[in-house]
């Protein structure tokens, strides 16, 4: 904290200091659906970071894993190309086609990764729920959720705006939205499109080009229907075509010596096209309310690499990945009614739903070796399918969760939820030309599993809320493209979740601190590995056990009109148990990959109006993240020391009119962020990608009906 005071006493004009408010000086409320019912984010015995629209156009966030500053033991572990952002939460995490940590998406749950890390156009907020969600959200909610909400169109008045950033690195964007009503009242309808480019980090010494270029377009349609009395209808169409570079990958120690330069022969490209459609409806009934989500989201990635990541052309991979899933939900939840029986008040609410999707995922994953490199008798080109696969996966969820307040004081919950799911894969892994016999699966499991939690919540007053939580968090098992042999199949995956917590509000709304302290307990731990007989290719294994324990703190506070203060600090100690085992080896005692020791944020938000009557004001927004050392690898071989990052931004700003100017990881900290054994051709045994350096632009914005 001692940096966020210095940070407020060397930004912090004397004028606002001393400007006493004209008014009332509060935070805002602020209303999620971590548990799919509107909520004061204060009174759910959940731990919730939400980060809102103000927020993500002030910190100039376009994509989900910037976010994560602001949210305690939240690590993103992201490669260059978007189609890989894997997040952790405590811990928790695994691989893209099974993650641990559920992304939903205006009430859509995004089942693979692939779909989930796409840009923000029109966002209304971001919910970071950490702790397991399996009892409401299902089978890849172990760990928390992620929760993305799109702003609603309007039905009163027509606004929108236009941003252009430019940047450093020959950055380009642009992005615009227009809301308004088509009939006042009725119908409302928002378009939303935006287009982003800019050169790489990383320069390709053999050729002089760069290799982790961006760019892409993207778009969102709504319509909102709201016909009279208590239905509303809401239809989502959103797009991202995306054509970036290839990835940056490089031997680890020579990323850490010469950061952002690469030697290879071969330069590829990752190329993503995701579309989704989700139709929302939604009755508010006097006794019980009604709501169906039903969405398609279709997803195509292409990426074309070197697998070698030197000069000499030894192999590539041409990987064709492509997916269509199909989900439907709909919930019952009953209005909120007060109770009397005897003496005692008490209010009592309910929820029951139910999801089926249905999965189909297909892969073609081409490696491609040069001659005499797998054998010195072959002189030929052999090329590897591994894998050529198709998985189809059908579910089904039954949910429900009851919540009996009394005197308003006490608050005891309990839910509960039951999965099934049916998985079939076809796996067919096979050489051309033909030099070894191909190994052919084709078969089917079937998980069933229910997850249970509780929780009691006490408020002493109405500003202070204290709490426990229990439940147990599952994901389901499946099969993996391409494995080790004896690796086709994994198991299920449990963890037990015990959460104590307090939230509380102070000054009279102008400060709240909310603190946590949680433990898990897993059993059968996924853990996404790199496969020894693929190069750059991962498969998930069933390790053991694991434990992980940490607190949690989180700040707001807005002591002046103009002046808003924020921090976090997450605390993570993740271990596997004794007798686990990975890869035939012992990692009994070794800390969880990916998981830092501690992450804290701390920061100041600036306003002060230039005219005492004027409608022009300065803005000045200054953070610092800082991140606890953390390993690479299971076996503790790798790892990056803690490191920090510093981010601030600061303009003018009219009614219709901002300019500002920004700068991101300004001190330019060289750290890197994922990493993963690889033994074959990088001489420390470990390729990485470097985190982004220091990036800087100017940021115009136009809006209208403001």
Same mark, same amino acid.
């Given at each position: 904290m001692l940096i966020l005071a210095a940070v407020v006493a060397v930004l912090t004009p004397a004028t606002a200091i001393a400007q006493q408010p004209a008014g009332p000086v509060t935070l805002p409320p602020?209303?999620?659906?971590?548990?799919?019912?509107p909520a004061d984010e204060q009174r759910?015995?959940?731990?919730?970071?939400?980060?809102?629209?103000?927020?993500?156009?002030?910190?100039?966030?376009?994509?989900?894993?910037?976010?994560?500053?602001?949210?305690? #033991?939240? $690590?993103?572990?992201?490669?260059?190309?978007?189609?890989?952002?894997n997040p952790r939460f405590r811990g928790i995490g695994s691989s893209p086609a099974n993650p641990g940590v559920a992304t939903y998406i205006d009430g859509v749950p995004q089942l693979n990764t692939n779909s989930s890390s796409i840009d923000l156009l029109d966002v209304d907020q971001i919910e970071f729920v950490r702790g397991p969600q399996s009892a409401l959200f299902g089978r890849n909610a172990l760990g928390g959720l992620i929760n993305i909400t799109s702003a609603r169109p309007s039905l009163t008045t027509w606004t929108g705006s236009v941003l252009a950033p430019i940047g450093s690195s020959d950055a380009r964007d642009v992005r615009?939205?227009?809301?308004?009503?088509?009939?006042?009242?009725?119908?409302?309808?928002?378009?939303?499109?935006?287009?982003?480019?800019? #050169?790489?980090?990383?320069?390709?010494?053999?050729?002089?080009?760069?290799?982790?270029?961006r760019a892409a377009?993207?778009?969102?349609?709504?319509? =909102?229907?709201?016909p009279g009395g208590a239905w509303q209808a809401r239809v989502i169409v959103a797009g991202e075509r995306a054509r970036d570079g290839d990835y940056a990958l490089n031997d680890l120690v020579a990323i850490r010596k010469t950061p952002f330069h690469a030697l290879r022969n071969f330069e590829g490209r990752t190329d993503r096209d995701v579309m989704s459609t989700t139709v929302e409806t939604r009755r508010s009934g006097s006794r019980v309310g009604f709501s169906s989500s039903t969405g398609i989201v279709k997803w195509k990635t292409r990426d074309l690499t070197d697998l070698d990541y030197t000069p000499s052309p030894l192999i590539t991979r041409d990987n064709t990945e492509k997916d269509v899933q199909f989900t439907q939900e709909v919930r019952l939840a009953s209005a909120v009614r007060p109770v009397t029986a005897g003496s005692q008040s008490r209010?009592?609410?309910?929820?029951?739903?139910?999801?089926?999707?249905?999965?189909? $995922?297909?892969?073609?994953?081409?490696?491609?070796?040069?001659?005499?490199?797998?054998? +010195?008798?072959?002189?030929? +080109?052999?090329?590897?399918?591994? +894998?050529?696969?198709a998985l189809d996966d059908t579910g089904l969820g039954v949910y429900g969760q009851a919540t009996a307040s009394f005197h308003d004081r006490i608050d005891l919950s309990a839910g509960a939820r039951l999965d099934h799911e049916r998985k079939h894969a076809a796996l067919q892994t096979f050489f051309e030309p033909v030099i070894a016999p191909p190994n052919n699966v084709s078969a089917d499991r079937h998980f069933t599993d229910v997850s249970p939690q509780a929780s009691i919540a006490l408020r002493t007053r109405a500003e202070q809320m204290m709490y426990v939580s229990i439940g147990r968090g599952f994901k389901a098992g499946g099969f993996n493209p391409a494995s080790p042999a004896?690796?086709?199949? $994994?198991?299920?995956?449990?963890?037990?979740?015990?959460?104590?917590?307090?939230?509380?509000?102070?000054?009279?709304?102008?400060?709240?601190?909310?603190?946590?302290?949680? $433990?898990?307990?897993?059993?059968? =731990?996924q853990l996404n590995l790199p496969n020894p007989a693929v190069p750059a290719q991962f498969y998930i294994s069933n390790v053991g056990g694991a434990?992980?324990?940490?607190?949690? =703190?989180? =700040?707001?506070a807005r002591p002046h009109d103009g002046i808003d203060v924020f921090g976090?600090?997450?605390?993570?100690?993740?271990?596997?148990?004794?007798?686990?085992?990975?890869?035939?080896?012992?990692?009994?005692?070794?800390?969880? +990959?990916?998981?830092?020791?501690?992450?804290?944020?701390?920061?100041?938000?600036?306003?002060?109006?230039?005219?005492?009557?004027?409608?022009?004001?300065?803005?000045?927004?200054?953070?610092?993240?800082?991140?606890?050392?953390?390993?690479?690898?299971?076996?503790?071989?790798?790892?990056?020391?803690?490191?920090?990052?510093?981010n601030f931004r600061a303009g003018i700003r009219g009614r219709n009119v901002d300019v500002q100017a920004w700068v991101r990881n300004a001190f330019d900290t060289r750290y890197v962020p994922v990493a993963f054994a690889y033994g074959n051709f990088a001489p420390s045994g470990f390729v990485g990608e470097p985190g982004k350096p220091r990036t800087f632009g100017v940021t115009a914005t136009v809006r209208f009906g403001q």
């Open positions: 602020v209303t999620v659906t971590a548990q799919k019912e759910l015995p959940v731990s919730i970071s939400t980060i809102t629209s103000a927020t993500l156009e002030d910190a100039g966030i376009t994509v989900v894993s910037d976010a994560a500053i602001y949210a305690p #033991n939240v $690590y993103f572990a992201d490669f260059t190309a978007r189609k890989l952002s615009g939205t227009v809301s308004g009503p088509v009939q006042a009242g009725k119908i409302g309808v928002a378009l939303s499109l935006g287009y982003g480019r800019r #050169n790489g980090f990383t320069t390709n010494d053999l050729t002089g080009h760069t290799l982790d270029d377009f993207s778009g969102k349609g709504q319509l =909102l229907w709201a209010v009592f609410k309910w929820q029951a739903g139910a999801l089926v999707f249905h999965q189909n $995922y297909k892969q073609d994953a081409i490696n491609s070796f040069a001659p005499f490199l797998i054998s +010195p008798l072959l002189s030929v +080109p052999v090329s590897q399918h591994s +894998p050529e696969s004896g690796h086709d199949a $994994y198991g299920e995956e449990h963890a037990w979740h015990t959460e104590g917590g307090v939230k509380t509000s102070f000054a009279g709304g102008r400060l709240s601190a909310n603190a946590a302290v949680f $433990y898990i307990d897993w059993r059968d =731990l434990t992980s324990s940490g607190v949690e =703190l989180e =700040l707001k976090i600090v997450g605390v993570d100690h993740a271990r596997f148990k004794a007798g686990s085992t990975s890869s035939g080896a012992d990692v009994g005692g070794k800390m969880l +990959p990916s998981t830092p020791d501690y992450n804290a944020t701390v920061g100041v938000e600036l306003s002060q109006r230039l005219r005492t009557h004027g409608m022009v004001s300065a803005y000045g927004r200054a953070e610092i993240a800082l991140y606890g050392g953390f390993q690479y690898d299971d076996a503790n071989t790798a790892g990056q020391d803690a490191y920090s990052l510093g």
